[in-house]
C-alpha cells in the first residue's frame, strides 16, 4: 500500500510504502517540505491501516535522518545494521512498533 501526502496545490510532497506483512519500506518527504508534519502523518496513516487490517507489528530500516521521525512515532530501535554497497559503507537502524490491534474502549 502506498500513501501520499500533497501540498496545497495537490502536488506529491511525500510518500511511505506499507508491505502486507507490517514492513515499512519506504518513507521519504521532499527536502523542501520537511519539518512539515507530513512524515508523522504517513506514519499515523500507516498505523491506522495495519490495524484496520490486523497486523501487529510495523517494521522498518530507517536511515540516520529518519530515524528520529520513527523514536518520535514510538518506534524502539533494535540494532544498528552496517554495510557497503559498492564498496561504500553505510548503516541503517532496524526499528520496530508493536501495535494494539483492539478497539479502544471509551472510559465513562
Known amino acids: 500500500m502506498i500513501f ?7 502536488f506529491p510532497v511525500a510518500y ?10 519506504r518513507l521519504y518527504c521532499h527536502p523542501d517540505h520537511s519539518g ?5 502523518a504517513l506514519l499515523a496513516h500507516a498505523e491506522e491501516t495495519a490495524r484496520a487490517n490486523g497486523i501487529a507489528r510495523l517494521f522498518t530500516e530507517a536511515s540516520e535522518v529518519a530515524r528520529p521521525i520513527f523514536e518520535r512515532a514510538g518506534y524502539t530501535q533494535s540494532h ?7 564498496g ?21
Do not use: C, W
Not at 511511505?16 to 519500506?25: F, M, N, R, S
Not at 544498528?80 to 559498492?86: G, K, S
Not at 537502524?93 to 471509551?106: F, G, N, V
Open 80 to 86: 544498528r545494521r552496517d554495510f557497503a554497497i559498492d
Open 88 to 108: 561504500v559503507s553505510i548503516h541503517n537502524y532496524a526499528m520496530e512498533k508493536r501495535l494494539s490491534t483492539q478497539a479502544a474502549i471509551p472510559v465513562r
Open 4 to 10: 501520499i501526502a500533497t501540498d496545497e496545490r495537490d
Open 36 to 40: 512539515r508534519g507530513h512524515a508523522s
Open 16 to 25: 511511505a510504502l506499507l508491505e502486507q506483512d507490517g514492513y515499512l519500506d
